[in-house]
T-cell receptor, first 114, second 112 residues
Framework: AQSVTQPDIHITVSEGASLELRCNYS??????LFWYVQSPGQGLQLLLK??????LVQGIKGFEAEFKRSQSSFNLRKPSVHWSDAAEYFC????????????FGAGTILRVKS | DSGVTQTPKHLITATGQRVTLRCSPR?????VYWYQQSLDQGLQFLIQ???????AKGNILERFSAQQFPDLHSELNLSSLELGDSALYFC???????????FGPGTRLTVL
């Protein structure tokens, strides 16, 4: 069965510090990988996506993610966190073989301290 | 703003009732997806439509049904509502199916 694991439920970082949110997946097909962000009471906004090609992908708001097939990981990074980055982050996996439905991780809540 | 609209924003109803949630995809998007977000289950895929036809089904209860109309808007019907159906229901759309999905703001359903 397809699954996505985000091992960190909460992460707290200081403003200006670097950030890495972890995501591991288990999928029986060639995956497409996504990171979404959700602010309280809001919908999901796409940060970045990986379909194929360069394994380091750039997204909006200064985020990037690296696909590592050997580790089944797609970790999200940002070199310097801003207070406005406080939100919940979801890793998601899809595949054409499964009708492109997205399977989401449980989410990681990011807190930013000043 | 993703371009996906959902109505209503909030819905409060009683157990046993039936409700309809509406979604309008981004202009040009043929594929519509429905997801449920709850505290205990997280974000779960319910169902996908592509150009009016059901394409994939997830953990959707038999009490729930959906359809996509010729103008590509979609409706999710929830019947015989139970307390456990209280959740945030998201609609997402994509151009075809094998591409990124853009999410609407969601409908928060509260069943009392």
């Amino acid at each position: 069965a397809q699954s996505v694991t985000q091992p960190d439920i909460h992460i707290t970082v200081s403003e200006g510090a670097s950030l890495e949110l972890r995501c591991n997946y288990s999928y029986g097909a060639t995956p497409y990988l996504f990171w979404y962000v959700q602010s309280p009471g809001q919908g999901l906004q796409l940060l970045l996506k990986y379909f194929s090609g360069d394994t380091l992908v750039q997204g909006i708001k200064g985020f990037e993610a690296e696909f590592k097939r050997s580790q089944s990981s797609f970790n999200l990074r940002k070199p310097s966190v801003h207070w406005s980055d406080a939100a919940e982050y979801f890793c998601a996996v899809g595949a054409m073989e499964y009708g492109n439905k997205l399977v989401f991780g449980a989410g990681t809540i990011l807190r930013v301290k000043s | 703003d993703s371009g996906v609209t959902q109505t209503p924003k909030h819905l409060i109803t009683a157990t046993g009732q039936r409700v309809t949630l509406r979604c309008s995809p981004r202009s040009g998007d043929l594929s519509v997806y429905w997801y449920q977000q709850s505290l205990d289950q997280g974000l779960q895929f319910l169902i996908q439509y592509y150009n009016g036809e059901e394409r994939a089904k997830g953990n959707i209860l038999e009490r729930f049904s959906a359809q996509q109309f010729p103008d590509l808007h979609s409706e999710l019907n929830l019947s015989s509502l139970e307390l456990g159906d209280s959740a945030l229901y998201f609609c997402a759309s994509s151009v075809r199916g094998v591409d990124e999905q853009f999410f609407g703001p969601g409908t928060r359903l509260t069943v009392l």
